[in-house]
């Protein structure tokens, strides 16, 4: 039985809200009152895994099936299309059409193409994209699709070991109009320096290089440019998706490290004077199953 709110409800939902971030007490949350299901539930498909096993996706296709859309309309946000693919193209295009309020989504090779590209054109408010630009444009990469629109944070899943392919994202990204924060895995020097020339907008630019790359390929220091970020301790696929999760969950990621690093430097702080490569380390755990 409901008891009656003791706090103006407004400010008892925010409170709820924000407790349900927690992975460990939002289905608790659930039990507390009718009204506090109500503000909660949303809450549970906040992150969703298309994979197999995963308990949000089987939430999310029972929500889908029994026509529940404002429940998915208020809260998924964001959707992680894992490798192998869990479901056909058609079911991974429904659930971005069931969802338009999606910010993230990363893409694997499970799903990508023509068929993702038209699956994300449904997406008004797209910001982090975390795909390989070369499968997602089969053709040519199109720094001006609308796809890309509003798309701040890019992580490039794309092996740039080829100077055509090299050449086809450098190409691309001075177009991307919203563009402020990338991240990739190999570049050299001269290719940093162009990116920054061609993207004025660019705050951070995260690479995956390990420490042997920056050092033969001259890199620029944190005193030279400090909006280059080096992330060690992502060769890995389960750290580099773990580092998604703890970003689509609200935690801290490579992107708010890089943020404060970046900070830092241009307060004269931290490694602001260092005359050699430098690079932050990831340092969480494995992200538990979902």
């Not at 299309?81 to 309020?101: D, K, V």
Request: proline share 6%; aromatic share 8%.
């Amino acid at each position: 039985m409901d008891s009656e709110p003791r706090l103006p409800p407004e400010l008892e939902r925010e409170i709820f809200e924000l407790a349900a971030q927690c992975l460990q007490s939002n289905l608790n949350l659930l039990l507390v009152a009718r009204r506090v299901h109500e503000w909660v539930e949303p809450c549970l498909y906040r992150v969703v895994r298309v994979v197999k096993n995963s308990r949000p996706l089987s939430a999310l296709l029972r929500a889908m099936s029994d026509n529940r859309s404002s429940l998915l309309v208020a809260g998924v946000r964001c959707v992680f299309f894992e490798s192998p693919a869990a479901g056909t193209e058609a079911l991974n295009q429904e659930i971005l059409a069931q969802c338009p309020n999606v910010t993230r989504v990363a893409l694997t090779p499970g799903f990508s193409g023509a068929a993702a590209l038209a699956a994300l054109e449904k997406l008004g408010h797209l910001e982090y994209l975390t795909a390989n630009l070369g499968r997602l444009f089969p053709l040519d990469i199109d720094g001006t699709h609308p796809v890309l629109a509003r798309v701040t944070h890019l992580s490039l899943l794309d092996n740039l070991h080829s100077d055509e392919k090299q050449e086809a994202i450098l190409a691309a990204l001075p177009a991307i109009p919203s563009l402020t924060h990338l991240r990739l895995d190999f570049l050299v020097a001269g290719q940093v320096r162009r990116i920054f020339e061609t993207c004025p907008r660019l705050e951070i630019l995260l690479l995956n290089n390990t420490a042997t790359q920056a050092y033969s390929h001259r890199f620029p220091t944190a005193r030279d440019e400090p909006r280059v970020v080096r992330i060690a301790n992502f060769s890995t696929y389960s750290s580099f998706w773990t580092d998604w999760l703890r970003g689509a969950y609200g935690l801290a990621d490579a992107w708010q490290l890089a943020e404060e690093c970046v900070r830092s430097r241009l307060c004269g702080e931290g490694d602001a004077g260092n005359e050699k490569p430098g690079w932050i380390v990831q340092k969480w755990e494995t992200w538990p199953t979902l």
